[in-house]
T-cell receptor, first 115, second 111 residues
Framework: DTAVSQTPKYLVTQMGNDKSIKCEQN?????MYWYKQDSKKFLKIMFS???????INETVPNRFSPKSPDKAHLNLHINSLELGDSAVYFC??????????????FGPGTRLTVT | DAKTTQPNSMESNEEEPVHLPCNHS???????IHWYRQLPSQGPEYVIH???SNVNNRMASLAIAEDRKSSTLILHRATLRDAAVYYC????????????FGQGTELSVKP
């Protein structure tokens, strides 16, 4: 069984559209994250939820809205897509937010291309 | 900003040991030292972590300097599958557990 899964794997869309990326973890973890990897391969944290509550919100445009219906799922909705949103988006999970002694598990990524 | 410094790239020969260095001179007492790697077209993968003592697991060893201002990831016998970008990261419990990635070290392994 895949520990952290994301759908879709690839997403090609036009500027101005609204799209969602879904993430699910079956590890029983309390905390989930969204990271963005840009074309220069730089990975940056976007959001984190702990038990369905937002705990990290980096300086991300308001067009990005995460939603956590339960602690096993963290979805990312993006409104009015722009060319600069093209990137690979990774979901991750860990036991908890104050668990520096524990690892994060990453999903396979969703490659978003905005044309 | 990443709080670690790593060489941009390193080369190794297959089946030889590899030592990947990392400097983290501003490390605080609550920071754990984590290493992740990212193989081409995959998500980051946990390798190892430690706080003060050296650590071993099935993938690698982590040697931590006594003053904790530097660490070294050791791959005992590099294989072609170990070619990846290796990230040294300080994880602070006071920051919600987020990982702050730097540029990492791109390791290439020659047969």
């Amino acid at each position: 069984d895949t520990a952290v899964s994301q759908t879709p794997k690839y997403l090609v869309t036009q500027m101005g559209n609204d799209k969602s990326i879904k993430c699910e973890q079956n590890l029983g973890h309390d905390t989930m994250y969204w990271y963005k990897q840009d074309s220069k391969k730089f990975l940056k944290i976007m959001f984190s939820y702990n038990n369905k509550e937002l705990i990290i919100n980096e300086t991300v445009p308001n067009r990005f809205s995460p939603k956590s219906p339960d602690k096993a799922h963290l979805n990312l909705h993006i409104n009015s897509l722009e060319l600069g949103d093209s990137a690979v988006y990774f979901c991750a999970s860990s036991i908890g937010p104050t668990s520096g002694g524990y690892e994060q598990y990453f999903g396979p990524g969703t490659r978003l291309t905005v044309t | 900003d990443a709080k670690t410094t790593q060489p941009n790239s390193m080369e190794s020969n297959e089946e030889e040991p590899v030592h990947l260095p990392c400097n983290h001179s501003t490390i605080s007492g609550t920071d754990y030292i984590h290493w992740y790697r990212q193989l081409p077209s995959q998500g980051p993968e946990y390798v190892i972590h430690g706080l003060t003592s050296n650590v071993n697991n099935r993938m690698a060893s982590l040697a931590i300097a006594e003053d904790r201002k530097s660490s070294t990831l050791i791959l005992h016998r590099a294989t072609l599958r170990d070619a990846a970008v290796y990230y040294c990261i300080l994880r602070d419990d006071n920051q919600g557990g987020k990982l702050i990635f730097g540029q990492g070290t791109e390791l290439s392994v020659k047969p």
